[in-house]
């Protein structure tokens, strides 16, 4: 591991002072940055732990939540208005690592880590375009059974990992950051970015920019929602897909509706096509499969991920039927 400088931070005036944007990197409960700094794939300068800033979850009049960037996942998950108000957050927290990874790590750092394709971790073997723009992919050719099949380039087919995330974006979150220069607020669907030629880019985050919070809203589908993810092994594992869904009936009609994927691009997946097709139309298996299809007629599989095209189209007609089935 290359030495690096360590500050603690208190809050996030203190964070942004010590922090020098080129050299510095913020740091949560480090369960990735801090794998990836042994391993050389990352070598900060110096970094600002700033998961001891205020860590609170503010509750708004309305029902909204306020989410502090250092509140642990394991916190947010256990928290009585996640569970009532937005059963697909706390569901997607609990299914992602392990209890102790949940302990430590941080929303801020949940939302910014890391790909797990396996040849960016492989710094000493592998050609990876993230890692090392312009070298090449390796697992275009090559073991891509977690790869994307949405949204991917080809300069990289990587997935985000965060099963959070994907709850995220389908209720709509929004990400306040905060700068040397100021604040802004930029909706979770917009705040990760597809790889195009650019695969080492991976969010709008600037240099020295510092997650502060994430907010939710209520609404009627945010507490009638489920998440669902499809993986390898029941537990401790990555999702190959997942289903993060919301749903609102009203006189027999699908008043609002809410799916994001995981597992499937290299950013939580908003299924706005398969929204639109199903927003004002009877909750019927039908129109789920013809939905599903409609979402899914654009990916672009490798031969070892084809399996995750059925796949994907399965998971949203079960998790809506689920949904539905319970309102009928
Ligand atoms: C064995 C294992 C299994 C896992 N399984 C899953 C899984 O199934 N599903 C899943 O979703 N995740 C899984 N994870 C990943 C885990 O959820 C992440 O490592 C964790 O959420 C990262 O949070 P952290 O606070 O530890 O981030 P850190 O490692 O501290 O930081 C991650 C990144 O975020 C940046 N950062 C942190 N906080 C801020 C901030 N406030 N502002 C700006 N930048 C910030 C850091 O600079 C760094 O780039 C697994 C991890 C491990 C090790
Ligand atoms: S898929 Fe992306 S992260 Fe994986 S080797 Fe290719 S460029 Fe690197």
């Excluded at 569901?91 to 209890?99: F, I, Q, T």
């Excluded at 959070?164 to 709509?172: G, R």
């Excluded at 705040?191 to 969010?203: A, K, N, S, V, Y």
Aim: charge should be neutral; proline fraction near 5%; glycine fraction near 8%.
């Amino acid at each position: 591991m290359t030495p690096f400088q360590y500050h603690r931070a208190t809050d996030a005036a203190e964070a942004l002072a010590l922090a020098d944007a080129a050299q510095c990197r913020f740091l949560g409960g480090g369960t990735n940055l801090v794998d990836l700094m042994r391993q050389n794939i990352e070598a900060p300068a110096a970094l600002v732990d700033v998961s001891r800033m205020p860590a609170s979850i503010e509750e708004e009049g309305n029902g909204g939540l306020v989410i502090g960037a250092a509140v642990r996942n394991s916190v947010l998950a256990a928290h009585p208005v996640v569970r009532a108000c937005y059963p697909m957050l706390s569901r997607a927290l609990l299914a992602g690592a392990s209890a102790q990874i949940r302990n430590m790590a941080t929303v801020g750092g949940n939302l910014l880590q890391r790909t797990r394709c396996s040849y960016f971790y492989d710094a000493a073997g592998s050609n990876c375009n993230k890692r090392n723009p312009g070298a090449g992919c390796d697992a275009i050719e090559g073991f891509s059974r977690y790869h994307a099949i949405l949204g991917a380039s080809e300069h990289c087919i990587a997935t985000h990992p965060s099963d959070m995330s994907v709850a995220l974006a389908a209720l709509d979150a929004t990400v306040h950051l905060a700068s040397a220069t100021g604040t802004r607020h930029i909706p979770l669907v917009d705040f990760h970015q597809l790889p195009g030629t650019t695969p080492d880019i991976e969010t709008v985050l600037k240099p020295g920019e510092l997650i502060t919070a994430i907010s939710i809203a209520p609404s009627a589908a945010a507490a009638h929602s489920r998440y669902r993810k499809v993986r390898d092994r029941s537990s401790y594992a990555f999702a190959l897909v997942s289903v993060a869904a919301g749903l609102d009936i009203a006189d027999g009609r699908i008043r609002d509706i809410r799916i994001a994927l995981g597992g499937v691009a290299a950013k939580p997946w908003r299924a706005f096509r398969a929204e639109d097709v199903l927003r004002g139309e009877a909750p019927t298996r039908d129109n789920f499969i013809r939905a599903a299809e409609t979402e899914l007629a654009a990916a672009k599989p490798t031969e070892a991920n084809a399996f995750k095209v059925e796949l994907a189209k399965r998971t949203i007609a079960a998790v809506l039927g689920e949904l539905a089935g319970e309102r009928a």
